[in-house]
Protein backbone atom coordinates (compact mmCIF):
# COMPACT_ATOMS: atom_id res chain seq x y z
CA UNK A 1 0.00 0.00 0.00
CA UNK A 2 1.55 3.43 -0.82
CA UNK A 3 2.00 6.46 1.87
CA UNK A 4 -0.38 9.22 1.49
CA UNK A 5 1.67 11.46 3.48
CA UNK A 6 5.62 11.11 4.21
CA UNK A 7 8.66 12.50 6.03
CA UNK A 8 11.78 11.85 4.65
CA UNK A 9 14.80 12.92 6.91
CA UNK A 10 13.28 15.62 8.29
CA UNK A 11 15.18 18.15 10.54
CA UNK A 12 12.84 21.46 11.69
CA UNK A 13 13.01 22.88 14.79
CA UNK A 14 12.66 26.79 16.61
CA UNK A 15 15.65 29.26 16.59
CA UNK A 16 18.72 27.86 16.02
CA UNK A 17 18.17 24.29 17.17
CA UNK A 18 16.76 21.44 15.51
CA UNK A 19 14.07 19.44 17.48
CA UNK A 20 13.47 16.82 14.22
CA UNK A 21 16.36 15.50 13.96
CA UNK A 22 16.06 13.12 10.35
CA UNK A 23 12.44 11.95 10.85
CA UNK A 24 11.19 9.40 8.70
CA UNK A 25 7.94 8.24 8.79
CA UNK A 26 5.26 7.43 6.22
CA UNK A 27 1.03 7.24 6.61
CA UNK A 28 -0.34 4.56 4.61
CA UNK A 29 -3.68 5.42 2.41
CA UNK A 30 -6.60 4.51 4.09
CA UNK A 31 -5.20 4.00 7.67
CA UNK A 32 -4.74 5.85 11.08
CA UNK A 33 -1.22 5.88 12.24
CA UNK A 34 -0.55 6.99 16.22
CA UNK A 35 2.46 8.67 16.99
CA UNK A 36 2.98 8.58 20.56
CA UNK A 37 6.17 9.20 22.55
CA UNK A 38 7.08 11.72 25.81
CA UNK A 39 6.95 15.32 25.94
CA UNK A 40 9.33 17.42 23.87
CA UNK A 41 9.82 14.33 21.74
CA UNK A 42 8.90 16.48 18.37
CA UNK A 43 5.72 15.28 17.96
CA UNK A 44 3.46 18.27 17.37
CA UNK A 45 6.55 19.81 15.93
CA UNK A 46 6.37 17.27 13.26
CA UNK A 47 2.65 17.23 12.46
CA UNK A 48 3.12 21.93 12.21
CA UNK A 49 6.11 20.91 9.56
CA UNK A 50 3.95 18.63 7.78
CA UNK A 51 1.30 20.98 7.67
CA UNK A 52 3.31 23.46 6.55
CA UNK A 53 3.32 25.70 9.98
CA UNK A 54 7.28 25.56 10.48
CA UNK A 55 9.65 25.39 7.58
CA UNK A 56 11.38 22.20 7.02
CA UNK A 57 15.37 22.92 7.39
CA UNK A 58 16.48 19.80 5.78
CA UNK A 59 14.18 16.58 4.03
CA UNK A 60 11.05 16.10 2.48
CA UNK A 61 7.74 16.33 2.85
CA UNK A 62 5.63 14.01 0.13
CA UNK A 63 2.00 14.57 0.05
CA UNK A 64 -0.40 12.91 -2.59
CA UNK A 65 2.96 11.69 -4.74
CA UNK A 66 4.63 15.62 -4.57
CA UNK A 67 6.42 17.52 -2.52
CA UNK A 68 5.04 19.73 -0.89
CA UNK A 69 7.67 21.69 1.35
CA UNK A 70 7.25 24.69 -0.55
CA UNK A 71 3.42 24.92 -0.62
CA UNK A 72 1.84 27.17 2.18
CA UNK A 73 -0.86 25.90 4.94
CA UNK A 74 -3.41 26.72 2.79
CA UNK A 75 -2.12 25.26 -0.41
CA UNK A 76 -2.08 22.02 1.67
CA UNK A 77 -5.02 22.31 2.63
CA UNK A 78 -6.78 22.87 -0.65
CA UNK A 79 -5.39 20.11 -1.87
CA UNK A 80 -6.56 17.73 1.28
CA UNK A 81 -4.37 17.76 3.76
CA UNK A 82 -6.29 19.48 6.55
CA UNK A 83 -4.41 19.52 10.83
CA UNK A 84 -6.71 19.84 14.07
CA UNK A 85 -4.05 21.88 16.17
CA UNK A 86 -4.41 21.15 20.20
CA UNK A 87 -5.28 24.52 21.22
CA UNK A 88 -6.81 27.48 19.81
CA UNK A 89 -8.89 24.94 16.83
CA UNK A 90 -12.45 27.07 16.71
CA UNK A 91 -13.19 30.70 17.11
CA UNK A 92 -14.67 31.01 20.73
CA UNK A 93 -16.12 34.60 19.91
CA UNK A 94 -18.10 32.90 17.02
CA UNK A 95 -20.86 30.59 17.05
CA UNK A 96 -20.69 26.95 15.92
CA UNK A 97 -22.87 27.89 12.16
CA UNK A 98 -19.69 30.22 11.74
CA UNK A 99 -17.00 28.29 12.72
CA UNK A 100 -18.45 25.66 9.98
CA UNK A 101 -19.75 28.80 7.39
CA UNK A 102 -15.96 29.97 7.76
CA UNK A 103 -14.08 26.20 7.53
CA UNK A 104 -16.18 25.94 4.63
CA UNK A 105 -16.30 29.41 2.68
CA UNK A 106 -12.55 30.26 3.23
CA UNK A 107 -11.40 27.07 1.87
CA UNK A 108 -13.27 27.32 -1.62
CA UNK A 109 -16.62 25.41 -0.40
CA UNK A 110 -18.96 28.37 -1.57
CA UNK A 111 -21.54 29.44 0.47
CA UNK A 112 -24.09 26.43 0.84
CA UNK A 113 -24.50 24.03 3.58
CA UNK A 114 -21.27 24.00 5.34
CA UNK A 115 -22.48 20.25 7.54
CA UNK A 116 -23.78 17.95 4.47
CA UNK A 117 -25.97 15.29 5.30
CA UNK A 118 -23.11 12.91 5.31
CA UNK A 119 -21.05 15.25 7.97
CA UNK A 120 -24.50 15.60 9.89
CA UNK A 121 -24.60 11.94 9.96
CA UNK A 122 -20.93 12.11 11.77
CA UNK A 123 -21.89 15.05 14.34
CA UNK A 124 -25.82 14.65 15.06
CA UNK A 125 -25.09 17.03 18.34
CA UNK A 126 -24.19 19.86 16.47
CA UNK A 127 -26.87 21.21 14.60
CA UNK A 128 -29.05 21.62 17.89
CA UNK A 129 -26.04 23.85 18.70
CA UNK A 130 -25.57 26.26 16.14
CA UNK A 131 -26.28 29.41 17.77
CA UNK A 132 -24.47 28.42 20.17
CA UNK A 133 -20.65 30.75 21.13
CA UNK A 134 -18.19 28.04 20.53
CA UNK A 135 -16.31 29.50 23.83
CA UNK A 136 -19.54 27.93 25.81
CA UNK A 137 -19.27 24.53 24.53
CA UNK A 138 -17.78 21.83 26.47
CA UNK A 139 -14.14 21.08 25.51
CA UNK A 140 -15.51 17.41 23.90
CA UNK A 141 -18.08 19.64 21.81
CA UNK A 142 -15.37 22.24 21.10
CA UNK A 143 -12.73 18.92 19.96
CA UNK A 144 -16.18 17.72 17.39
CA UNK A 145 -16.32 21.12 16.21
CA UNK A 146 -13.06 21.40 15.20
CA UNK A 147 -13.16 17.97 13.91
CA UNK A 148 -16.07 18.88 11.50
CA UNK A 149 -14.66 22.45 10.69
CA UNK A 150 -11.78 20.16 9.03
CA UNK A 151 -13.70 17.80 7.31
CA UNK A 152 -16.05 20.60 5.47
CA UNK A 153 -13.12 20.66 2.97
CA UNK A 154 -13.10 17.03 2.28
CA UNK A 155 -9.53 16.32 3.05
CA UNK A 156 -7.98 12.94 1.97
CA UNK A 157 -5.72 13.06 5.28
CA UNK A 158 -6.53 14.29 8.61
CA UNK A 159 -3.61 15.31 11.17
CA UNK A 160 -4.86 15.73 14.91
CA UNK A 161 -2.46 16.83 17.44
CA UNK A 162 -3.88 15.86 20.70
CA UNK A 163 -8.02 15.72 19.96
CA UNK A 164 -8.41 14.03 23.52
CA UNK A 165 -6.38 15.98 25.64
CA UNK A 166 -8.49 18.01 27.98
CA UNK A 167 -11.50 16.36 28.04
CA UNK A 168 -13.26 13.65 30.21
CA UNK A 169 -13.02 10.04 29.58
CA UNK A 170 -16.53 9.07 28.36
CA UNK A 171 -16.05 12.10 25.77
CA UNK A 172 -12.74 10.91 24.84
CA UNK A 173 -13.72 7.53 24.03
CA UNK A 174 -16.94 9.10 21.34
CA UNK A 175 -14.16 10.96 19.77
CA UNK A 176 -11.57 8.47 19.13
CA UNK A 177 -15.04 6.58 18.09
CA UNK A 178 -15.59 9.14 15.47
CA UNK A 179 -11.74 9.35 14.21
CA UNK A 180 -12.46 5.65 13.71
CA UNK A 181 -15.91 6.25 11.52
CA UNK A 182 -13.90 9.60 9.26
CA UNK A 183 -11.36 6.46 8.62
CA UNK A 184 -13.87 4.29 7.60
CA UNK A 185 -15.08 6.89 4.82
CA UNK A 186 -11.58 6.74 3.25
CA UNK A 187 -9.23 9.40 5.22
CA UNK A 188 -6.57 8.37 6.39
CA UNK A 189 -5.76 10.09 10.08
CA UNK A 190 -2.28 10.83 11.62
CA UNK A 191 -2.85 11.32 14.82
CA UNK A 192 -0.75 12.60 17.86
CA UNK A 193 -1.50 11.41 21.39
CA UNK A 194 -1.08 11.12 25.03
CA UNK A 195 -3.92 8.65 25.55
CA UNK A 196 -2.02 5.71 23.93
CA UNK A 197 -4.05 2.69 25.20
CA UNK A 198 -7.63 3.89 22.94
CA UNK A 199 -5.63 5.98 20.22
CA UNK A 200 -4.21 2.50 19.41
CA UNK A 201 -7.04 0.80 19.84
CA UNK A 202 -8.12 1.97 16.34
CA UNK A 203 -5.19 2.29 15.13
CA UNK A 204 -3.37 0.38 12.62
CA UNK A 205 0.25 1.47 13.23
CA UNK A 206 2.22 3.03 15.87
CA UNK A 207 5.10 5.10 15.64
CA UNK A 208 7.34 6.19 18.92
CA UNK A 209 9.46 9.55 18.94
CA UNK A 210 12.02 10.43 21.58
CA UNK A 211 14.56 12.97 21.05
CA UNK A 212 13.03 14.45 17.83
CA UNK A 213 13.71 10.85 16.57
CA UNK A 214 11.85 7.51 15.55
CA UNK A 215 12.60 4.91 18.29
CA UNK A 216 10.15 2.54 16.94
CA UNK A 217 7.78 1.18 14.57
CA UNK A 218 5.49 -1.70 15.07
CA UNK A 219 1.57 -2.54 14.09
CA UNK A 220 -0.73 -0.96 16.99
CA UNK A 221 -1.98 -4.34 18.24
CA UNK A 222 1.19 -5.52 19.19
CA UNK A 223 2.37 -2.55 20.24
CA UNK A 224 -0.76 -2.50 23.03
CA UNK A 225 0.16 -6.48 23.55
CA UNK A 226 3.57 -5.04 25.12
CA UNK A 227 3.83 -5.71 29.05
CA UNK A 228 5.87 -2.33 29.27
CA UNK A 229 4.43 0.71 26.70
CA UNK A 230 6.30 3.15 29.43
CA UNK A 231 9.43 1.80 27.90
CA UNK A 232 8.43 3.13 24.63
CA UNK A 233 8.48 6.49 26.15
CA UNK A 234 12.34 6.28 27.26
CA UNK A 235 13.09 5.18 23.68
CA UNK A 236 14.44 1.72 25.42
CA UNK A 237 12.55 -0.55 23.92
CA UNK A 238 13.49 -2.06 20.44
CA UNK A 239 15.58 0.55 18.90
CA UNK A 240 16.81 -1.58 16.19
CA UNK A 241 13.47 -1.25 14.81
CA UNK A 242 13.34 2.32 15.14
Not at 175 to 201: C, D, H, P, W
Not at 219 to 233: I, N, R
Amino acid sequence: MSAVLSASGLHAGYGTGDILKGIDVALEEGRILTLIGPNGSGKSTLVKTMAGLLAARQGEVRFAGECVNDWSPPRRVQHGLAYVPQEYNVFRNLTVLENLRISHEFMGGGKGEPLSPELAALFPGLPARYGALAGNLSGGERQMLALACALTVRPKVLMLDEISAGISPLLSTAIFRTVKSINARGVSVLMVEQNAIEALGISDTCVVLAGGRVRFSAPAGEVLGMKDLQSLYLGDAREAGA
